[in-house]
Nanobody, 121 residues
Framework: VRMVESGGGGVQAGGSLRLSCTAP????????LGWFRQAPGKGREGVSC???????VYADSVEGRFTISRDNSKRTLYLQMDSLTPTDTATYYC????????????????WGQGTQVTVSS
């Protein structure tokens, strides 16, 4: 199963973007979904996750600025990103795991190829 991200692009600091991720062929019941990102020259880090019942977790760096949501009927995950700063520049990946929400990437089984987000100052 390959997940597919979309919605990345370039934006100025203070702007917003909304990322989407579809999971064709994957029944999302009982799957937690997560967003991760990798900035140039850095390792991949957890951004946010949402459990199958809707509970969510955020990294401290994005708390209050990003909002994760999901629509199981559409097999789609979203990440609304507001008040973007240049430090948010990264490739963003979505992922799925059967189980509880976690920002630990090694627990995720299915991944997308990533979408680039670039925030200019």
């Amino acid at each position: 199963v390959r997940m597919v991200e979309s919605g990345g692009g370039g934006v100025q600091a203070g702007g917003s973007l909304r990322l989407s991720c579809t999971a064709p062929g994957l029944d999302l019941d009982y799957y937690a979904l997560g967003w991760f990102r990798q900035a140039p020259g850095k390792g991949r880090e957890g951004v946010s996750c949402i459990g199958w019942s809707g509970g969510s977790v955020y990294a401290d760096s994005v708390e209050g600025r990003f909002t994760i949501s999901r629509d199981n009927s559409k097999r789609t995950l979203y990440l609304q990103m507001d008040s973007l700063t240049p430090t948010d520049t990264a490739t963003y990946y979505c992922a799925a795991r059967r189980g509880t929400c976690s920002l630990f990437q090694n627990w995720y089984n299915y991944w997308g190829q990533g979408t680039q987000v670039t925030v200019s100052s």
